[in-house]
C-alpha cells in the first residue's frame, strides 16, 4: 500500500537513519505526475550509488507503512522524554543529565526534522476522504465504475496508524538503539517553538513527558552564542520572548506531563525534583553538567554526577513481566562539589 500524497518527509526521516542526509543527500521533490500516481521523483546527482540509496529510502519507507497497517498500533508503546528548548538555555546540560540515567536514551538535535513529519500528516488531515466530487462512497464497486473516481481517490486511513508509522519514522532520528537496554526514548531540540509544532508533538507521543527548558534571562540569553548579534539586539529579543512565553504558556495547560526547567533553577536540588517527577528512585543527582560554558560550544566546567541504583515502577513491572534484564545499574559515584551547585549562564 502506497499513499498518493507527499512523503517527503518521511524521506527526509529515513535518510538521516540510513546516512544519506546531508551533502550527498539531494531534497526530494515532487511533480504533479508523481503525485498522482504515488510516486516520487529526486533531483539526479549523476552518482549510481546515490540513486540506489534513494531507492532503498523509499523502499524503507513503503515498508514501514505497510507495516503499520498490519500491526498492533501503539502510540504508547515507548517510554518518551522529550526536551524542548530555547537556543543556549542550559538544554545540553540537560541532555547529559538525562543520559547518566541508566535506560535512558535521548538523542541530541535533529535540525527540527520532525517539522516534515508533520507536513505529511497535515496533509493526511486535510486530504479529502474516500469519496468523488458528489460525496459518494466509491470503494464499493469501483473496479465496476471507475468513472465514479474522483482526483482524490482512495482508501479509507487510519489516523492512528498514520500517526504510529511517522512516531516510527521519527524514533529513527535516535539512530539504531537496543530496545532491551534502552527503555527510555527521547531527544532535546530547540526547534519545536510554535503552537502548531507543539499540537502535532502531543499527537506523535500522546504518553511523552516534555521537559520544557528555558531562561529567565533574556538579555543575557540574546548575548550567547548565535544569539549575539550587535545589530539586532531588539529583533533578538522579540524572538526570544515569543519562543519562550509559548513554551511557558504550553507546558503551564499541562504541568502533570510538561515540567518546567529553567537555568536559572538549575541545580541538585531542581534536578533531583526531576527524577521524583520521572518517577526514578535509589538515587540521586550529586553534580551538575555544566557544558558549552562562557558561550562556547565545547566548554566543560562540570559533568553530571549520581548515586545510588537507580530504577523506576515501570522497570519492576517490566522484568515482572519477563520483558529485560536488570532493574537497574549500580552507579554509585563519589561527590565532587557542593550537593546544592548551582550555576548561570552557559
Known sequence: MVFAIPLCGLLVASALHMGAAGDEFERCTEDESALL?????????????????????????????????????????HDW??????????????????NALPGFFIAGEHRGAI????????????????????GEQVLVG???????????????????????????????????????????????????DNKEALTFLTQLFPCARFVVNIR?????????????????????????????????????????????LELEDFSTYTFNSLLNWLGVAGCSYKQVAHVNADNSYDKVLAEARLAGTCFRAQDILRIAHGVGNVVGNSIERKDHGNSNQQFGAP
Open 37 to 77: 500516481q504515488g510516486r516520487f521523483s529526486f533531483k539526479k546527482s549523476g552518482n549510481i550509488q546515490q540513486e540506489m540509496t534513494e531507492r532503498s529510502i523509499l523502499a524503507n519507507v513503503e515498508d514501514t507503512l505497510n507495516r503499520g497497517e498490519h500491526t498492533d498500533c501503539n502510540l504508547c508503546a
Open 81 to 98: 522524554v522529550i526536551v524542548l528548548a530555547t537556543g543556549r538555555s542550559g538544554s545540553t546540560s540537560v541532555l547529559q543529565m538525562l
Open 115 to 134: 517539522k516534515n513529519l508533520m507536513g505529511f500528516w497535515r496533509e493526511v488531515v486535510q486530504t479529502p476522504g474516500p469519496t468523488n466530487w458528489a
Open 142 to 192: 469501483f473496479k465496476n465504475n471507475t468513472r465514479s473516481i474522483g482526483a482524490w481517490f482512495h482508501a479509507a486511513r487510519s489516523k492512528k496508524h498514520v500517526l504510529c508509522t511517522l512516531q516510527k519514522a521519527a524514533q529513527t532520528l535516535l539512530g539504531d538503539i537496543d530496545g532491551s537496554i534502552y527503555t527510555t526514548l527521547g531527544f532535546k531540540e530547540i526547534r519545536y
Open 216 to 260: 529567565r534571562n533574556l538579555k543575557a540569553q540574546s548575548h550567547s552564542a548565535f544569539w549575539n548579534q550587535p545589530g539586532k539586539r531588539d529583533e533578538v529579543l522579540k524572538v526570544l520572548k515569543s519562543e519562550s512565553q509559548t513554551l511557558r504558556g504550553w507546558q503551564a495547560k499541562d504541568r502533570s506531563r510538561r515540567f518546567l
